[in-house]
């Protein structure tokens, strides 16, 4: 039972060794000549103003949550177009229709955000 | 997918419900009167769902590719929520004015909420149980804060959602332990390849992570700290509808998956069932001698009917069952009836909801005391009323099952729960009113508040065919 995962506690302790091995191997062996421009945060060559823990607006959030609706309706539709005309020989019509009130259900929902309001950023 | 027609006539309560929620976003959308319009249509839908489920009791069917099961317990469980649902809409309209939620989604969640319940309670399989848990769950979470101006709103939803995720954890986990050891999530298949596993500590673990996670959701003793902030928090209808929809469903969901393995299997989880049992039962019971806030004092009393119910359950029965199932009946619409009185003496900004505010109701308002004077009588186990049977099908359940003292444990209980319900029956006819404040008339709610008193007599003058009913689908 145990002798199966052997491979997996591999990859795993493999996984470790490397990390660890890269961080501290590049600490140790390369030449350290630290200036204060090179100790600060790297912002694309621009000054680092204010801190890292600012609120973000929840607008941001908003737009990630709908995101992630339509995001989940590709993976949905996106194998079954895929398979669609197998599944129609074998099942029939069925295969469409399912999907057809899957898409109105979930268009529905994208047309009451709409209705909200939900796309405005203002 | 639809393989006959019989099957689209199973599956009808679901459809009228989904269709339902759809046409509810399309009057929120397009009609900018929809908060009036909603809480009629959604009562409709309600009904005819609820009584169509009523109706088709008897044509028992598994349907969905052995998901789902229709007809028998899970018809009647239909029924309770959907008309437990019906009422919370009714005693919500002139509500939600005062409680400033206006909205008509609070109307459509409320439906989402059934939809999932009614998930729950005829799954067939585990993975539809968890959806029906999810849908059910994750729409109370959003009910119970309605209101986001109001901080302990925002306090009672952020609670909730907390716990509650955490106790979803541990149904899932639950899920995959017994998924591990008995490779199917069928509760048939795992029904039947119990007793070669009542040994196989990784399910017997599995079946107690799945059990606690519900003991979280039924408000059972040790996981019940959510319950009074949550219930205080929310709006007094919705708080209502957790306790009666919310417990129901999380119990319909113990008794799909379980209910097969009482039929002559070795009862293994019976000390975890009666210990928390017994902790429930009596913590409820004497916690809310001490509160103040009528609805803190209903939640700790619906702590203590979730340790009575949980009696059934370790008496590892059918009477057992068929008591459960009959207690929750009773339970949902006496329930709900306190609560609809609370709603409608409930001023504006959550006011009058302190006990003194019951003082000398019955010069007040003779009709709501005498309501409610009914309802605490029901709730403390008062023999005419439909608790009384509720908790008589239960202990007789228990000493059926040889565990006699749990049922003395109950009684003990009840006795010391009577004090508190019948004070407020003394505050109301023996005290004189100590407030000025005028109670706001509201037909609707009254209506509501008028049909579970009819019902709640109704299960006390015919408790037995109810029962005998019950115990029809469970041979």
């Not at chain 1, 694309?44 to 929840?58: A, F, L, N």
């Not at chain 2, 839908?45 to 044509?59: K, Q």
């Not at chain 2, 417990?247 to 975890?272: D, E, N, Q, R, T």
Request: proline share 3%.
């Amino acid at each position: 039972m145990i002798e199966q995962y052997i491979p997996v506690f591999l990859v795993i302790a493999f996984a470790i060794v490397f990390a660890v091995l890269v961080v501290f191997s590049s600490k140790l062996l390369g030449p350290q000549r630290p200036t204060p421009e090179k100790l600060s945060t790297y912002e694309s060559g621009m000054k680092p103003v204010g801190s890292t823990h600012e609120r973000v607006s929840v607008k941001y959030y908003l737009v990630a949550m709908l995101f992630i609706i339509f995001d989940l309706e590709v993976i949905f539709v996106y194998p079954w177009a895929v398979k669609f005309r197998i599944l129609y020989n074998e099942i029939g019509t069925s295969v469409f229709v399912s999907m057809l009130i899957f898409l109105i259900v979930l268009e529905l929902g994208y047309l009451y955000v709409y209705k909200k309001g939900g796309f405005k950023w203002e | 997918m639809l393989y006959s027609i019989e099957e689209f006539y199973s599956i009808l309560p679901f459809i009228i419900l989904s269709t339902g929620i759809l046409i509810s976003v399309l009057i929120e959308m397009y009609s900018s009167k929809s908060e009036k319009i909603l809480p009629w249509f959604s009562i409709i839908i309600f009904s005819a769902a609820g009584f169509y489920s009523l109706l088709t009791v008897n044509s028992m069917s598994v349907i969905m590719q052995g998901m789902l099961q229709t007809g028998g317990i899970p018809n009647i469980f239909h029924f309770v929520f959907n008309f437990g649902a019906a009422i919370t809409c009714l005693l919500s309209v002139d509500y939600i004015k005062k409680y400033g939620a206006f909205f008509g989604e609070y109307y459509i969640l409320i439906q989402i909420s059934v939809l999932g319940m009614m998930c729950m309670a005829g799954a067939k399989d585990l993975f539809m149980i968890f959806i029906g848990l999810e849908v059910m769950s994750v729409s109370f979470y959003a009910l119970a804060g309605m209101n986001r101006k109001r901080l302990n709103a925002n306090e009672a939803s952020l609670k909730y959602f907390l716990l509650g995720a955490f106790a979803t954890g541990f149904v899932v986990y639950g899920i995959a332990l017994i998924y591990g050891a008995a490779h199917s999530t069928s509760i048939d298949v795992i029904t039947a390849s119990f007793p070669a596993m009542s040994g196989n500590v990784i399910f017997l673990a599995g079946v107690l992570l799945f059990l606690i996670g519900f003991s979280f959701k039924i408000a059972a003793f040790p996981f019940h700290m959510w319950v009074p902030d949550v219930y205080q928090g929310s709006a007094t209808t919705i708080a209502g509808l957790f306790s009666t929809g919310g417990k129901a469903a999380a119990f319909s969901a113990i008794i799909a998956s379980l209910a097969p393995l009482f039929a002559g299997s070795v009862h293994v989880f019976m000390p975890y069932l009666a210990v928390i049992s017994v902790l429930s039962m009596l913590f409820g019971s004497i916690v809310a001698i001490s509160q103040n806030n009528i609805k803190r004092m209903l939640a700790y009393s619906s702590i203590a009917h979730a340790g009575y119910m949980i009696i059934g359950l370790a008496a590892g029965n059918h009477a057992g069952i068929a008591g459960i199932v009959f207690y929750l009946t009773a339970y949902t619409f006496m329930n709900l009836g306190a609560f609809g009185i609370v709603s409608l003496i409930e001023g504006n900004g959550e006011t009058n909801l302190d006990l003194n505010s019951y003082a000398g109701l019955s010069e007040k308002n003779p009709m709501l005391a005498l309501l409610l004077s009914v309802f605490m009588f029901a709730l403390a186990g008062l023999p005419p009323f439909a608790g009384f049977f509720g908790k008589y099908y239960v202990f007789i359940s228990a000493v059926k099952g040889n565990i006699t003292w749990l049922a003395i444990v109950g009684v003990i209980s009840s006795a010391i729960s009577v004090y508190f319900y019948i004070r407020i029956v003394v505050l109301m006819y023996f005290r004189d009113s100590q407030s000025g404040f005028t109670i706001k008339n509201s037909s609707a709610g009254m209506l509501a508040v008028i049909i579970s008193f009819m019902l709640v007599i109704l299960l006390g003058i015919i408790p037995g065919s109810v029962i005998n009913l019950i115990s029809s689908f469970l041979n």
